[in-house]
């Protein structure tokens, strides 16, 4: 088992940016891909980024060319770096060990809004 504690969300105004991280309780972090979810009131949970334990990324069509993901395993955080925020990105915010955790953590909430 792993825990994940996010931190990093809050309110900002349209067109700003946050970084979110994601900060894990074992070092075998950095053997397994992370993800960062977001559950908007209402809404599904979706899909925001992925990175694998060598670096390799992908992003949902509605963050691409304005979300970061990245990781730093010496530190056993995962990143998300988001500029250019939009009112639509407000929801709370998860990131997610792949198996064989599974782990999730508990959220951070951000809110863009003027």
């Known amino acids: 088992q792993v825990q994940l504690m996010e931190s990093g969300g809050g309110l900002v105004q349209p067109g700003g940016s946050l970084r979110l991280s994601c900060a894990a309780s074992?070092?075998?972090?950095?053997?397994?891909?992370m993800r960062w979810y977001r559950q908007a009131p209402g809404k599904q949970r979706e899909l925001v980024a992925i990175?694998?334990?060598?670096?390799?990324?992908t992003y949902a069509d509605s963050v691409k060319g304005r979300f970061i993901i990245s990781r730093d395993n010496a530190k056993k955080t995962v990143y998300l770096q988001m500029n250019s925020l939009k009112p639509e990105d407000t929801a709370v915010y998860y990131c997610?060990?792949?198996?064989?955790?599974?782990?999730w953590g508990q959220g951070t909430q951000v809110t863009v809004s003027s």
């Open positions: 997610y060990s792949d198996p064989p955790f599974g782990s």
């Open positions: 074992r070092s075998i972090f950095s053997t397994v891909a």
């Open positions: 990175i694998t334990s060598i670096g390799t990324t």
